[in-house]
């Protein structure tokens, strides 16, 4: 597995399927086929795809962090929900099953507008190894993130991130009533795989794991509550 962190144009690897990018598997090359459709230039491909990604696995702020095995696209796949790197693992997969060169791309992520309540368990606002995507479009690298989906960013009076292909796509320095919002800290650069080590030890550093991942009041009381299913996107883990 590649811990490092890549660069440049585009090689072969980066269409190929591997064990996380398993478009190989029929579930993921056909939600791959339906999302794109009929779009024969690659950016409404691209544009489609990350659509797809963002709404039909909706966006939860937990999720399986140290089981390899929840890290392939055909996984995520089975989820209704997930967080923000195995959705950007499954927009990855699908780009590439048709036709579109594709990476990983991490960063560090302060949140704003994270809650009081999550900033007191995460001691922190700042969260590491964000997950997002790459997709070489028309002679050019674009970043997406495919996490949020638009219910829950209308529920909380943020714009849903809309991706043409052309332009990237990251997360929102502002929310709806200007307020900042999404601030990007440090890019770890670009990925041919998950780089478990890096973002572990990361996760490490930063957060105190027994008490983040401790169960005692699921969502509500580890992310601040506020929406139906318990998510806060003031209060997200991204």
Not at 22 to 40: L, N, Q, S, Y
Not at 102 to 129: E, K, Q
Request: proline share 6%; net charge negative.
């Amino acid at each position: 597995m590649r811990q490092e962190p890549i660069s440049g144009p585009p090689t072969a690897a980066d269409l190929e399927p591997t064990e996380r990018f398993d478009f190989h598997e029929p579930t993921v090359a056909a939600f791959a086929r339906r999302a794109a459709g009929d779009a024969e230039d690659e950016a409404t491909r691209a544009s489609r795809l990350f659509a797809a990604v963002r709404e039909q696995i909706r966006y939860a702020p937990s999720g399986e962090l140290h089981d390899p095995a929840a890290f392939a696209a055909s996984a995520v796949l089975r989820t209704p929900q997930n967080w923000c790197v195995p959705k950007a693992l499954l927009l990855a997969a699908s780009a590439r099953a048709v036709g579109i060169p594709a990476r990983l791309g991490f960063a560090d992520v302060r949140n704003h507008l994270s809650s009081p309540r999550l900033t007191a368990r995460m001691g922190t606002d700042l969260f590491v190894y964000h997950g997002y995507t790459l997709l070489f479009v028309e002679g050019a690298w674009r970043k997406a993130s495919p996490a949020f989906n638009a219910a829950l960013c209308a529920r909380f009076g943020t714009p849903a991130l809309d991706f043409d292909g052309r332009t990237d796509a990251l997360l929102h320095a502002h929310d709806g009533e200007g307020r900042r919002h999404m601030e990007y800290v440090t890019d770890h650069g670009a990925f041919a795989d998950v780089p478990f080590e890096r973002m572990w030890a990361a996760f490490a550093e930063h957060y105190d794991m027994a008490r983040l991942t401790r169960s005692d009041g699921g969502e509500d009381a580890l992310f601040g509550g506020g929406g139906d299913d318990g998510t806060d996107i003031g209060a997200t883990v991204i």
